[in-house]
C-alpha cells in the first residue's frame, strides 16, 4: 500500500519531502481534520491529466455538424432603441 497520505501539520513542517514525494514516486494526498483535502502532484502529472484528448482541429472534424452547410453570417442592423 503506498504511504503517500499527510496530515496538514506534517505537510507543512516537511513541505520540501512532500513535494521531493509528489515529483519522484506518486500523487500525495494531505488530509486536514481526518478528511482528504488537497493532492499534490509533480507538474508531470498534471500536464498528462489537463492535456486535451486532441487539438481544436481534430475536435471541430470530428463533430456531427462538420459537413453540414451553416450559414454563419451575422445581422448588421442597428439594434433597437431602448428606454433608460
Given at each position: ?36 483535502a488537497v ?46
Amino acid at each position: 500500500m503506498k504511504n503517500n497520505k499527510w496530515q496538514l501539520q506534517d505537510a507543512k513542517s516537511k513541505f520540501s519531502k512532500l513535494v521531493d514525494k509528489a515529483m519522484l514516486h506518486h500523487p500525495q494526498i494531505v488530509t486536514k481534520r481526518g478528511h482528504e483535502a488537497v493532492v499534490v502532484l509533480s507538474f508531470e502529472d498534471y500536464k498528462k491529466l489537463t492535456k486535451p484528448d486532441s487539438d481544436i482541429v481534430s475536435f471541430f472534424r470530428s463533430s456531427p455538424l462538420f459537413d453540414t452547410d451553416l450559414e454563419l453570417t451575422r445581422n448588421k442592423d442597428m439594434p433597437r432603441e431602448m428606454d433608460l
